[in-house]
């Protein structure tokens, strides 16, 4: 059963490059100290945590939000990442001004927010 499931995952897994067949990954995840002993609780997990995963970057698509890409699938089951539900893979959103949106802020001022060096958002900030 944990063979099936931990193979849905493997073949779920968006990410192609990297990605070896069921025996290889198998065969490198079972390597793993840490995670022996635990397949029962671990590999019902894999599935939802890969589709939540693949939907949260769809969301980050939608939005031309910048996602960490995948990781090669033995790096993401070396790393429990099924663990995640939303990856926090994600370096923190980068600030930016509230005029132009671009992140190359210099100032801001609590409450109006951060404001980039060109002078027409300096205008425009000032009428905020
Ligand atoms: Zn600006």
Known sequence: MNKHLFEEARKLYPKKTGKRGFEKEWKEFTKLVEYRGKYDAIMPLLKPAIEKQIAYREECARKHEWCR????????????????????????????CVICSNTDVSSMVDGKGWLCWRNECKTEYAKL
């Open 69 to 96: 890409p995948w990781k090669d699938f033995c790096r993401w089951m070396k790393g429990g990442w099924w663990t995640e539900e939303i990856p926090q893979t994600n370096s923190p959103k980068p600030n930016r």
